[in-house]
């Protein structure tokens, strides 16, 4: 197959449908704008099923997604977008980056989630953006704009839902947002949901499950992530 496109964690294939993309999920892990690389075996099968799992869940509760069909182990059909160049970043907990920017101690709970646009430019590093940016730019309308944080509110509510009943607090996530091809009018969310894009903490323990003990040289990544591919797929078999 032809390829398309590829990225950090995954490649996009051309099918023989022109509306749909055979997407591969790859073991390569990177951190701060791909300065820190490596990888590790059986993380694109996890991540992949992860993706699955939550899209599939999404889309049960009404949430419209690039998700079309299971392939095997590290394979998706999903619908072909045109990707909206602006990563949604939804914050539940004070972590990372918003601590730094805020002085805020790490760990305490936000009164209500904060939401961040960033624009996805490699050279730039991925800077923070307004709405207001994101309209003079024109990377999307004002109309696409209330689309993507109405999704991006409702995705917030339902996994939040879904992993505190498996003991995980979800701190903040990415999500990316695409124009459904070919008419690019309808709005869908896209990409993928992972440790790699979500900050996961045991609701218990405190325990790091998420990209940050790669980020920080914390040790069993792959441990962590399969901890949660089981309580997640635990929960969706149940």
């Not at 049960?60 to 990707?83: A, N």
């Not at 960033?118 to 209330?146: C, F, W």
């Amino acid at each position: 197959m032809q390829l398309l496109y590829e990225g950090k964690a995954k490649r996009l294939y051309l099918t023989d449908r022109p509306d749909e993309l055979l997407m591969e999920f790859k073991d390569d892990a990177t951190a701060f704008n791909g300065l820190k690389k490596t990888q590790f075996k059986d993380k694109g099968r996890i991540n992949k099923r992860l993706t699955y799992y939550f899209l599939n869940l999404l889309e049960q509760d009404g949430i419209p997604t690039h998700l079309v069909r299971d392939v095997d182990d590290t394979h998706l059909i999903v619908r072909r977008v045109e990707i909206i160049p602006v990563e949604v970043v939804v914050r539940n907990t004070v972590a990372g980056s918003l601590a730094k920017r805020t002085g805020w101690e790490e760990g305490r709970l936000l009164s209500s989630p904060i939401f961040e646009y960033y624009y996805k430019s490699d050279e730039l590093g991925d800077p923070m953006i307004t709405q207001e940016h994101i309209r003079e730019m024109r990377l999307a309308t004002v109309r696409e704009l209330n689309t993507v944080r109405f999704l991006a509110s409702q995705v917030n509510d339902l996994l939040t839902g879904f992993f505190k009943k498996i003991g995980i607090r979800l701190v903040d996530f990415k999500l990316e947002f695409g124009r459904l091809c070919p008419q690019k009018k309808d709005i869908i969310l896209a990409d993928e949901i992972t440790p790699d894009t979500c900050r996961l903490w045991d609701t218990e323990t405190g325990k790091i499950l998420d990209k940050d003990r790669f980020r920080r040289d914390m040790g069993d990544v792959m441990g962590s992530y399969s901890e949660v591919l089981g309580r997640v797929a635990g929960a969706v078999h149940a």
